[in-house]
């Protein structure tokens, strides 16, 4: 599935590297935040997520960090792999409890051997 | 445990026409969600429904309208196709719960001539 814009943000790191994405949300009142990864020809697959009351959440070779006060968003991701390249999504749930999330614009990952 | 499943994956339709997509989504998941995807706008919510319920609805005409059945299967359809309704439509499902994964289908190609 073809998830790029024409000015997808790219990141290009070494494979080993460690990457750190960034997404900026829209609503301070959002309550729960998604990092979802999309490969070509395939729906975006969730990642990791975060509550709004947590600042920090480790998964396996990732990362996410909340800032509420500046309303930022990134992930971490550790000795990446040719694997990892793909487009990242940012997600934030507006409404708590329901299941609309408002995407960020994503941004596009390279991993160089 | 088959994931979401989207049907067909690929559709050409012209300008006027209209469509039907199908989801059926992860066996014991009732809550389903619909989105487009466009390289200019991206990731764009377009529906969620709960036990045949629609629970809320994104930001799009009223060409765009969905349903679910009893079995929890969703299908969305677009009357009056146009060019801009090219896009990738994607399908969610998740178990009710507010902070239960969404689980992504691969998606239907919709190509409008």
């Known amino acids: 599935g073809e998830s790029v814009g024409l000015h997808l943000p790219t990141l290009s790191v070494q494979e080993g590297d460690n990457s750190i994405i960034n997404c900026a949300y829209s609503?301070?009142?959002?309550?729960?935040f998604i990092w979802y990864k999309q490969e070509s020809g395939k729906g975006p697959q969730f990642i990791i997520d975060?509550?709004?009351?947590?600042d920090k959440r480790q998964g396996q070779r990732v990362t996410v960090l909340l800032n509420k006060t500046v309303k930022h968003l990134s992930l971490q991701i550790a000795a990446t792999q040719p694997g990892d390249s793909a487009v990242y999504f940012c997600?934030?749930?507006?409404?708590?409890?329901?299941?609309?999330?408002?995407f960020g614009q994503g941004t596009r990952l390279t991993i160089n051997p | 445990k088959a994931g979401v499943t989207q049907t067909p994956r690929y559709l050409i339709k012209t300008r006027g026409q209209q469509v039907t997509l199908s989801c059926s989504p992860i066996s014991g998941h009732r809550s389903v969600s619909w989105y487009q995807q466009t390289p200019g706008q991206g990731l764009q919510f377009l529906f969620e429904?709960?036990?045949?319920?629609?629970?809320n609805k994104g930001n799009f005409p009223g060409r765009f309208s969905g349903r679910q059945f009893s079995n929890s299967r969703s299908e969305m359809n677009v009357s009056t196709l146009e060019l801009g309704d090219s896009a990738l439509y994607l399908c969610?499902?998740?178990?009710?719960?507010?902070?239960?994964?969404?689980?992504f289908g691969p998606g239907t190609r919709l190509t409008v001539l």
């Open positions: 969610a499902s998740k178990l009710a719960g507010a902070y239960n994964e969404q689980f």
């Open positions: 609503n301070s009142a959002s309550d729960y």
């Open positions: 997600a934030e749930r507006e409404i708590q409890g329901a299941q609309k999330l408002v």
């Open positions: 975060i509550r709004s009351n947590m």
């Open positions: 429904y709960f036990s045949e319920t629609q629970r």
